[in-house]
């Protein structure tokens, strides 16, 4: 006979401590989460009550780069071949706009320096904002290089001295800035090859731009003072486009070793466009300025056979810039939809002012009226881009992605 099988009895007592242990657990967890909760909340809480005061502690050199383009862009349209009127007007009011912005700037960069303390030796020492002090120097540039298209029509003949002084306080300045700033990343901070980027030329530009600053101004100056002038455009011209040579050498191996920079860093490919650039069009702007002051006078081919030295010159630069420009066109179009907007979104327009300005130049030198259509509209796309470029800006600033903790230059 089977008798059915009478299953073990449960000890229900065990079965309690286990619910009571799984219950605690679950408890604990949602306490937890809880926390974590409230935490994100006062977190949140903490950022949202951030002050304008705050904020301006994140008010970087970066900002300059805002000036630095909008002087270029004035800069290009004083000088496009296809003119219609108005487009002389609308350049000076770019140019007073660009004054008051660089006033603006300038004065709430000081008022960050003041109201935090240690602020201005941070922001030298830390090259991510550091690099941006250059910016300074070449909004500077640019405004004197404006001068001498609107400035110089409506003011009196003090200008032209006025100009000349300011040539040499800035040349100057740009001398120390390329010694001493290279002396601080030598010694300060040390940075990595393998993240090396166009930027890294910044410190040199500003010395790089006396060529350009010399070819705008000398030729509104006497022969006893041009030629002075027109040595020291030269003089650095070659200095930065040299040590622009070198930090290329880094680029292109960081390049082919490490990859394309991240997406957020890929607008600063656009530097490597401006040393070529500025130099053609300084060397076609010079030996202009050497025929146009009669410096050579007692040996009249010396300024033919410049010009034609500058105009060669000029065309092998401007391939080279053509070349940077497409590697960091495609780089960005790739990455445009992953990219938000930082400061150096304007690397889009002030390099390549010195591009269009360069591709104008070569094609009156070849009287050309094809290549100028291109520099034309070349100009107009930086006019609309900048104004693009604007509107992004004010909506970052709004959208708390730039000036707010931990997003901007400073926080590197």
């Not at 951030?50 to 349209?77: C, E, I, P, Q």
Request: aromatic content about 14%; glycine content about 8%.
């Amino acid at each position: 006979m089977v008798y059915p099988q009478i299953s073990k009895p449960m000890n229900y007592q065990y079965a309690d401590k286990e619910r009571e242990r799984f219950g605690r657990e679950i408890r604990e967890e949602t306490i937890k989460i809880q926390s974590i909760s409230i935490d994100h909340e006062k977190e949140e809480a903490v950022i949202g009550s951030v002050s304008l005061r705050d904020r301006l502690k994140h008010f970087t050199f970066a900002w300059y780069a805002m000036t630095m383009s909008t002087g270029g862009v004035a800069f290009v349209l004083s000088v496009i071949p296809n003119r219609f009127d108005g487009l002389t007007g609308l350049g000076t009011a770019i140019f007073i706009l660009n004054l008051f912005l660089f006033t603006c700037v300038t004065i709430t960069i000081c008022s960050r320096f003041i109201l935090h303390p240690g602020t201005l030796k941070h922001s030298l020492t830390n090259p991510h904002e550091g690099f941006f002090f250059a910016t300074f120097w070449l909004s500077l540039a640019t405004m004197i290089t404006n001068t001498t298209t609107y400035g110089i029509p409506n003011t009196g003949p003090w200008i032209i001295t006025a100009l000349r002084l300011a040539f040499w306080v800035y040349t100057i300045c740009a001398t120390l800035l390329a010694i001493f700033y290279y002396h601080v990343l030598f010694t300060v901070k040390k940075l990595v090859l393998t993240n090396a980027l166009p930027g890294w030329v910044l410190p040199i530009f500003p010395a790089m731009l006396v060529g350009t600053l010399a070819s705008a101004i000398a030729k509104i100056q006497p022969a006893e003072h041009a030629l002075p002038i027109l040595v020291a455009g030269l003089s650095y011209q070659g200095l930065g486009m040299m040590v622009a040579i070198m930090m290329y050498g880094l680029y292109f191996g960081r390049l082919l070793t490490s990859g394309l920079p991240l997406d957020m860093s890929r607008p600063a490919m656009f530097i490597a466009v401006g040393p070529p650039s500025f130099t053609a069009l300084a060397f076609i702007g010079m030996a202009q300025d050497v025929a146009t002051t009669k410096i050579f006078s007692t040996y009249p081919l010396i300024p033919d056979l410049l010009q034609i030295l500058a105009l060669i010159a000029a065309i092998s630069l401007w391939v080279l810039a053509f070349w940077f420009f497409s590697i960091a066109l495609v780089a960005t179009i790739e990455a445009v939809g992953r990219n938000d907007f930082h400061m150096n979104w304007y690397a889009y327009v002030f390099p390549n002012v010195g591009f269009t300005i360069a591709t104008i130049k070569i094609g009156e030198r070849l009287d050309s009226r094809a290549i100028q259509g291109v520099g034309s509209g070349m100009g107009a796309v930086l006019f609309f881009l900048l104004v693009l470029i604007y509107g992004c800006h004010v909506r970052a600033v709004l959208q708390r992605k730039i000036c707010w903790p931990g997003k901007d230059e400073d926080a590197h």
